[in-house]
DNA sequence: GGCAATCATGCACAGGTGGGCAAAGGTGGC
DNA sequence: GCCACCTTTGCCCACCTGTGCATGATTGCC
């Protein structure tokens, strides 16, 4: 059957050179030399950066190509070039404002420097950071990125024996081998602290999620200590996962009972949207007049002005150009590097 | 520092003679086929689905895979089968509220099918539909969705040509060949006009971008259509690209001077928002008591406390659903499909 | 005009995989 | 025990490209 499709392959192009509509098939460097008369190498040669052709082939090479449609087959040329350009992203929650950022800032990077990114979402239970990884292997990636879940060690070692780069996002975690950027967590959460108590703020909470990432768990513990140094103690509330709801649901539980807080750092800016919304509608309460809100991320809901965070701007576009020198140099030295992040004051936050 | 972590990786594998950590390249079928002592056709047989191998053989192979760290090379598979398992995703506006939830939704369904999604971004200068399509050849991918971006119509011919399925989204150009999925526009903005008109709005405007996206045009004609049905003019005013940011502006145009509307049909949620957010911090109005609001997407923030926001919700998962249908069954038909809006009822519309 | 040097071109191989084909091995029935 | 049939296995080819090597062509220089 495919013999035949052969044969009729043959029969198509002796009488129609250009394109039969009824040929379903990728159009091959084969056929583009036979309709330039030249050899197949010639063709390759025309698409290949620095190769040496002459202008005249060049021409009529191009000019079949345009004829027939043909396009170079990256998957073949990546078969024999041990190098695929492609890079994999590794993310849950895509529709998260700070996750869609950041794959946005990516994917327009990495088409800069002629990559080009495949996308595996680990959300749910369809599949785990383990089947990504093996995804990142089967289609031999350049690179592989991972925005979040925590990717089995073996694997990754297999990943970095098989000469991909490995680079961990805000995954703070003990896996050694791979390239680690992240964030000065626990420098932001302890100047969270300080804007809180320099506006007189003492009843401090703090609005987390049962996510139990090591990056949120790095803000509430850095918050806690800096607290604790003030003589203070924060009370530490998780609603849900990360998110507008577990937010709101973190208000309800606060601001209801006695004694109720009079600031709370919320360790993303989707959970102070929550948080504030709660506070504000159930509970009419003002902010920043009766209760200070910090927040975490500077997502662009924080800027809207129904809410106008006070928070602190992730660097995404410094961890992406970072990611993008990473993956285009082979020769870029891995370990952890460490992003500071930038106060953004707006009007959550009483002025001092 | 990180050399160090290296090398002691090196040797606290030193004892295992099947990896060498110096060697930075892929396992391939053969080395499995030599470790397990059989031919690299069983090899192959092993991780071929339905093909004939022994439980015996079988066994010794995964045991060598599984030493060796061998991962089946998909671009070679690709090579043999004209069938790459790679879905291309053309989009803009990745960070966007809507387009991001898309994402989610069509990767996640497309894992569940064993394909994977190349994502490739059209936002700014950087790349065109274009060269969004050219790579979508380069690595034969077996689908191509367009959700955001006008690809040319020769471009497309020769995608279909390849034996590629084109399914644009929401784009209900004129192009004919391509799966064309797009969602009742004219009958939700008909609805809308009839929402706002029920609760006695008579000055009603219309908020939308400079995007001119034929979608959104759709539902700024068929609303002013059905609003001249009705005897009533509906302003237009599109102050910039289709964001928060815009929406912002248009309140400010539209409810400074005098005669200021009492009703607005935002053609999209996020501009809602920044229309809202204009009308109350900077005017002072009440939502819905002054002003009466209807947005289009439903997207989360549209459902939060601030907003509560009534509109259109965009069938994402029936879309996505049917997305995957065509992607995986070579057989379904190509052509138009429409599906319907269904209006969410929330509080920025007075009850009638 | 002759010679050397640069350049372009074609051949052949490699890269990793799937599958057809034939042979071998094993098993059941008579 | 023999034969037919089924399962398993190995060999070989095809898929499409990049590139080293050798050869032919062309040009520049003396």
New interface residues.
Partial sequence: MHRWAKVAHAGERAGNPV?D?R?????SARQVADLAGVSRSAVSRTFTNGASVSEATRRKVLRAAEEL?Y??????R??IQ?Q?G?VC?IVA?????Y???M??AL??RL??IDR??????T??A??DAEAAL??T????AAATIVLSGTPPAALV??CI???QRVILINRDDEI??PINLSVDNAGAAREALHMLHRCGCRRIAVVSSTAGTPSLLARERAFAAAAAERGLEARVVRAGPTG?AAG?EAGRRLLSGSGRPDAAFCVTDLLA??FM??A??EFGLDVPGDLCVVGFDDI??AG????NLTTFRQPVTAIADQVIRLVSDPAA???QSCFDVTPVWRRSVRPQ
Same sequence: chains 1, 2.
Avoid: K
């Fill in positions: 394109v509509s040929r379903r098939s990728f159009v449609g396009h170079v087959n990256h998957l073949a990546s078969l041990e695929s492609i992203l929650d895509v529709a998260t404002p996750q869609s950022r794959l946005d994917t327009r088409q800069g080009v990114a495949m996308v595996i979402n959300s749910g369809s599949g093996r995804q292997l089967n289609y031999r070692t297999t024996n098989s000469g050694a081998g507008y709101f949207c929550g919304d709660a504000r509608r662009e809901q809207w002005a129904s809410y030295p891995a370990g």
